[in-house]
């Protein structure tokens, strides 16, 4: 790395730095590690999807917040389509149903019913206010530090893709339908890095100060994940799916 600590790391450094945060990613979150490995139970995954729920109807808010912030004509015309990908859309003949229908279909696919999912009831107290902090930072901050904290999509497609991989091997009581949505995200998360990567490689790459508070604010949005398991595992997500909690 550049020794010069007043000085600006090159955009190659950068990236490095910025793609060695995996190591936080929260694939490494034990609860993610039992899933990875077939040893959570049915109740469990169920407990898992019904409070990530959550947090896929909160990003298109988080985008939306990104956008009402945003004065760069180009960055809004690319980002929107984060919102039709999670809240579909239906216009001049295109119909798709986008990422929050595809997630309830994962609920279904696990044994939940729709009403489980979309009504919120198994989604504990922790779990909101890791997914609540996450988009008020998006509302609150520049709109550039927002499309930072996106980043955490550097290391989604594998783990997108070890669920596909491993779930019907694990867990082959999940309707394979349900899978759905790991598959459209595969495609989706490696678009939303290309430009999301390329807007932080440039804006913050000006100076060190900026590139340092890039890592942070990485970093942060690494921390919500890790809180976000961290609730659901403590939560042990013990659901009864025959009624709502008292």
Known sequence: MNPNTSQPWSQAEFETLLRGKSSSYHIHHPFHVMMAEGKLTRQQLQGWVANRFYYQISIPLKDAAILSNC??????????????????????????????????????????????????????????????????????????????????????????????????????????????????????????????LHFTLDHFSQTRALQERALEILQFKLDVLWALADAIMLSQCEIDIKGPKP
Do not use: C, M
């Open 71 to 196: 004065d760069n004509r180009e960055i809004r015309r690319e980002w929107i389509l984060r919102i039709l990908d999670h809240d579909g859309l239906q216009l001049a003949g295109i119909h798709d149903e986008g990422g929050i229908e595809a997630w309830v279909g994962l609920g279904e696919a696990v044994g939940l019913s729709r009403d489980d999912v979309v009504s919120l009831r198994y989604v504990v107290p922790a779990a909101r206010f890791a997914v609540d902090a996450y988009v008020n930072f998006a509302r609150r901050q520049p709109w550039q530090e927002a499309v930072a904290s996106s980043l955490t999509e550097l290391f989604a497609p594998h783990i997108h893709q070890q669920r596909i991989d491993t779930w019907p091997t694990h867990y082959p009581w999940v309707d394979a339908e349900g899978l759905r949505y790991f598959k459209q995200r595969l495609t989706q998360a490696r678009r939303d890095v290309a430009h999301g």
